[in-house]
């Protein structure tokens, strides 16, 4: 899918980025102490060497109020000027009402379209193709997108295969219209899902098909489960594919490419899709090592540093790709 292709004189851009980690650190020595494993292993297999854990009395949307509010400021716009709040995660407060609607309500922003989009780690780039469209349909001019997660609340501190990985964070961007003169602007997004691969990822309860029950959570069904070597193959697999189509629809070639913020699973798999294109590693935004995988947030965050730290400037070309549970998988391609 090409957002390229529509034929309208409008154009988004990004007018602000925000993120926010929270404070409580969980390094890979404090893991030794709770499961089986240690600090080389997870180390050599995933890079990762510490996370953010939110604390108790945090929920998911307070993570997004302070990437939401940074956003805003790096904008220079208020709540009150946004159009649509998307919001993207897996760990939503609760299922109803939508995360959307409790950040619309804590931001005191106008009662505007706000709803949840369900893309696990790529939903950051879903919605933020879905901006794009009401952006460039002319419908839109200033749209709020967050990606935030508490992975810390479903998953089991006692599976070693899944607590190594995740973290807490949220990291957020407003999509504004580009002035007609304005060389900042997506330039085109390219999304895929593979619902056959839907089991390599699963949080099977609390849904229809499984609702909480004392013999559910006996089970162990209210944590995520992955099948991880399949997760890594078919991760490498999208990405490359994804930012291949996005290269291909501008007639851009990877060396053109001044960074690459991809989705931060695994270092080996950053790694991994780096190579397959044969990018230069100090052109790959990477902070896994601090952060460990936030899903819907790892690509929002990623962005945001790399913007405040001065490493990503106006005018140059940032590919945003990203997989997640589904098996989702996208790419965004843009002059920032
Ligand atoms: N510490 C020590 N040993 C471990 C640990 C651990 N934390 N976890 C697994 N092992 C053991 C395994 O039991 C296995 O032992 P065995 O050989 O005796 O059977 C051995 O280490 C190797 O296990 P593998 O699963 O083959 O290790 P692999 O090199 O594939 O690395 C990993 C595992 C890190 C999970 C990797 O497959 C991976 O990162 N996959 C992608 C995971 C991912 O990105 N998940 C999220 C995707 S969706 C989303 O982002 C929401």
Redesign the pocket.
């Known amino acids: 899918m090409t957002s390229g292709t529509l034929n309208t004189p409008y154009f988004t851009k990004v007018s602000g980025t925000g993120s926010y980690l929270p404070e409580k650190i969980l390094t890979n020595a404090d893991?030794e102490k709770m499961?089986?494993?240690?600090d080389a292993?997870?180390s050599e297999?995933?890079g990762i060497k510490e996370r953010r854990l939110a604390a108790p009395e945090q929920v998911t949307t307070d993570l997004a109020y302070i990437a939401a509010t940074r956003a805003l400021e790096a904008a220079k716009l208020t709540a009150q000027d946004l159009d649509m709040i998307i919001f993207a995660t897996?760990t939503a407060d609760q299922p109803m009402p939508s995360a959307a609607c409790v950040l619309q309500r804590k931001l005191g922003a106008r009662q505007v379209m706000a709803f949840d989009l369900a893309a696990?780690?790529s939903g950051f780039i879903y919605a933020a193709s879905v901006a794009d469209q009401f952006i460039r349909s002319g419908m839109y001019k200033h749209v709020l997108v967050i990606g935030a997660e508490i992975?810390n609340r479903v998953v089991n501190y006692k599976d070693?295969?899944?607590?190594?990985?995740?973290g807490d964070g949220a990291g957020a961007a407003v999509f504004s219209r580009a002035e007609a003169n304005e060389p900042s602007r997506i330039l085109s997004t390219h999304l895929r899902a593979d619902g056959n691969l839907g089991d390599?990822?699963v949080l099977a309860a609390g849904g229809s098909a499984m609702p909480i029950s004392q013999a559910v959570v006996d089970s162990n069904a209210q944590y995520?489960k992955?099948k991880?070597?399949?997760?890594?193959k078919n991760?490498v697999r999208t990405m490359s594919q994804v930012c291949q189509e996005a290269l291909d629809a501008n007639g851009i070639a990877m060396d053109q490419v001044d960074w690459l913020v991809p989705?931060q699973?695994?270092l080996?798999?950053i790694d991994a899709v780096g190579s397959h294109f044969g990018i230069d590693p100090s052109k790959v935004i990477v902070n896994v090592q601090r952060t460990g995988?936030t899903?819907a947030a790892?690509v929002p965050i990623a962005l945001d540093e790399a913007i405040r730290d001065g490493r990503i400037q106006r005018g140059q070309n940032v590919i945003l790709t990203?997989?997640?549970?589904g098996?989702t998988s996208g790419s965004l391609i843009m002059r920032y």
Request: charged letters at 15%; glycine letters at 4%.
């Open positions: 893991l499961v089986d494993t240690n292993w997870i297999r995933t897996a696990a780690c992975l070693r295969e899944t607590c190594i990985l995740f390599l990822f995520v992955m991880g070597r399949e997760i890594f991760a989705h699973a695994n080996r798999i995988n899903s790892t990203a997989f997640g549970a098996l």
